[in-house]
């Protein structure tokens, strides 16, 4: 496993704690009915998300809220990554997962944002459409999730302890 990869897998084990703070249940996608088995290759025919992420229902009863299916991925580079994805037009990652998952979430780790950007990027393929922009925006500035500003930050610095740890540069 390179360094790549584990970076790859703390990113999905950060977002899912960004989640879970923020009152989210997870699930597994896989293990869903109909669902195939999964597939780190996105945009293949069997891919599957890293996870599912659901509110509970409310305490007096009632349904929780819609089931989200989440991508984690590391890129070291967000801007340049999309704008790459961009040109593939659609052959991209994102026009080929969106024809079997259309409200997928997208969400960057990197540990080097744009100035003023967060390490936690989100691209929602549920109001993106194939040959517009490529626009991620900061996950707490997606106001349908309600993720809070400070856990984003919070998990943030994790990410940056982390890393430096794995490469030395502590």
Known sequence: MDLHDIKGRIAVALVESVFRRAGFGI??????????????????????????????APEGGGEGTERLVVEVGYRPQVG?????EERRAGQSV?????????????????DHPEPGRSCFQLIDLGVWSSGSTLRATDLFAHEG??????????????????????????
Do not use: C
Not at 80 to 84: F, R
């Open 80 to 84: 340049q990554y999309l704008s790459i």
């Open 94 to 110: 994102f026009a080929l997962a969106k024809r079997q998952w259309p409200r997928l979430l997208f969400v960057f780790v990197t």
């Open 27 to 56: 699930e597994s996608v896989a293990g869903t009915a109909g669902a195939p088995e999964p597939s780190r290759r996105p945009g293949r025919d069997d891919f599957v998300p890293d996870f599912a992420a659901r509110r509970p």
């Open 145 to 170: 999730l309600q993720i809070f500003r400070h856990n984003v930050e919070e998990h943030e610095t994790l990410l940056r302890r982390m890393i430096a740890l794995l490469t030395g540069s502590a």
